[in-house]
């Protein structure tokens, strides 16, 4: 068993990318496994900050393999402009990043469709990055999308065209009306597609499978987070893949039994970005406060992150459909200064007090229920060992620990690597 599994377990945006790259020295291969550039992973060393949507966090160590895996979607555009971002760091990418035959390319029919889909909804409109995500994922699922390897085959122009033609009749079903240049999006497209070809385009599950054998260490990265997940998350308010554990089998081609640990890392409180429920949503100074100090802005979007207290009901709920082995938690030092921080343990409901997460909770139907523990002034970033922490925070992390049932491995406060505690 060789394969270890980092994903998030709230809404999105717990610090991931964060701590893949502080974990790749343990590690030969970073795989993503679901998701694509509607993911905004920011890693911060040496005074600069990066933020990567389809390349694993992995690619700024000297020699890990970092590996797209077939459950990704692709769009080549938004994959050659990470590219050229990095090219001050001197990667060695046709050595340093491999891509799956088997990952679906976004096409730019497929980000009109996205935008068509949530203009038509109005005020129920999911709050999509607008990246294309789930027309690509419907075409995948719905057997009629293209992956990687199809575009070395001669005949994919014509699929290409036959898919466009079909997504054009479907942006006329749509009301909301959409302003697009589609030859200047397309000239783009296949650039970037000649960009996309200079990678080495991989039988990934086949490569794990012999790096496996041959004792290698792989990581898997999580996009998203477990209560975005297509099937256990707030839906419809989701994403399009899956983004639980079992993610990690689909989207890369290995077997349940090859994975190990299963890393699931949250925040301190909370926050989502985009439409849907959100039980200890915070409307008032302590919300905005944490959005403030925290820099609650989205890393794709750069939309306003909605902040609020820790729930503890969501939070056991995503530790046991990922099963998870360790914690890590982000953005201690976020909520430092509060005289005393809310810890959401139940949820009241016209059937009375529950502690599992049902099937709806909308205002309507769940109350979040608190209890309080006692805050800390102390500002915890410049922090290097457990013994330093102020005993408030630390009354705080083994309570989380004690109701979570799962130890927390890791204690990160502030963005950069080097604000990380091992425990
Ligand atoms: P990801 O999508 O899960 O990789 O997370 P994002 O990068 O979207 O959002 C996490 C944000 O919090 C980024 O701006 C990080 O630089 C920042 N961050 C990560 N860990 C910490 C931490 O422990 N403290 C603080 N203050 N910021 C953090
Ligand atoms: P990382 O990997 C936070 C949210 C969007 C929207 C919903 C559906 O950085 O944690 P989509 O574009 O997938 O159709 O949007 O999911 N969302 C994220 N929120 N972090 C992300 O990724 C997200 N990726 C999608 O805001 O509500
Ligand atoms: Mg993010």
Excluded at 26 to 44: C, E, M, S, V, W
Excluded at 322 to 338: A, H, I
Aim: charged share 25%; aromatic share 10%; hydrophobic share 40%.
């Amino acid at each position: 068993m060789s394969i270890d599994l980092l994903l998030g377990l709230q809404w999105g945006d717990e610090g991931k990318g964060k701590i893949v790259d502080v974990l790749t020295k343990n590690y030969d291969i970073i795989a993503r496994f679901q998701g694509g550039p509607n993911a905004g992973h920011t890693l911060k060393f040496d005074g600069f900050s990066h933020v990567l949507h389809t390349i694993p966090s992995g690619i700024f160590h000297p020699t890990a393999l970092n590996l797209i895996g077939n459950g990704v979607v692709i769009d080549p555009v938004i994959f050659q402009s990470e590219i050229e971002k990095l090219i001050p760091f001197k990667i060695d990418f046709p050595k340093k990043l491999f891509i799956s035959k088997k990952a679906h390319l976004i096409l730019p029919t497929h980000r009109l469709l996205d935008a068509a889909s949530e203009a038509s909804k109005g005020k129920a409109k999911i709050g999509s990055t607008l990246k294309g995500i789930g027309p690509t994922y419907m075409d995948k699922t719905g057997r009629n999308g293209i992956r990687v390897g199809d575009i070395l085959l001669p005949d994919w122009k014509k699929r290409y065209e036959n898919l466009k033609t079909k997504h054009l009749k479907m942006l006329e079903y749509y009301q909301g009306k959409i302003e697009f240049d589609l030859p200047v999006l397309e000239e783009v497209f296949f650039n970037a597609i000649e960009e996309l070809k200079k990678l080495p385009f991989v039988d990934s599950e086949n490569l794990l499978h012999n790096a496996i054998k041959d004792g290698k260490k792989v990581l898997a990265e999580g996009a998203q987070g477990s209560l975005l997940d297509i099937d256990f998350g707030t839906y419809p308010f989701v994403t399009s893949s899956t983004t639980t554990a079992a993610g990690a089998c689909t989207g890369l081609g290995i077997a349940p039994n090859s994975i190990r640990e299963v890393f699931g890392i949250f925040k301190a409180y909370a926050t989502r970005v985009g439409s849907g429920p959100f039980p200890t949503e915070l409307f008032d100074a302590d919300g905005e406060r944490m959005g403030k100090i925290g820099m609650e802005f989205g890393a794709t979007t750069g939309r306003a992150r909605r902040c609020g207290w820790i729930d503890l009901v969501a939070l056991k709920y995503a530790i046991h459909i990922n099963g998870v082995t360790q914690l890590m938690m982000m953005k201690g030092d976020v909520l430092s200064g509060f005289k005393t921080i809310k810890i959401c343990t139940s949820y009241k409901t016209k059937e009375g007090s529950i502690e599992h997460l049902p099937f709806n909770i909308e205002p309507e139907h769940v109350t979040p229920m608190y209890i309080e523990l006692p805050g800390w002034k102390e500002d915890l970033t410049k922090l290097t060992s457990e013994e330093q922490f102020p005993k408030e925070f630390n009354n705080y992390i083994a309570y989380l620990e004690k109701e979570l049932e799962t130890p927390i491995k890791i204690v990160s406060l502030g963005p950069d690597r080097k604000q990380t505690i091992f425990r």
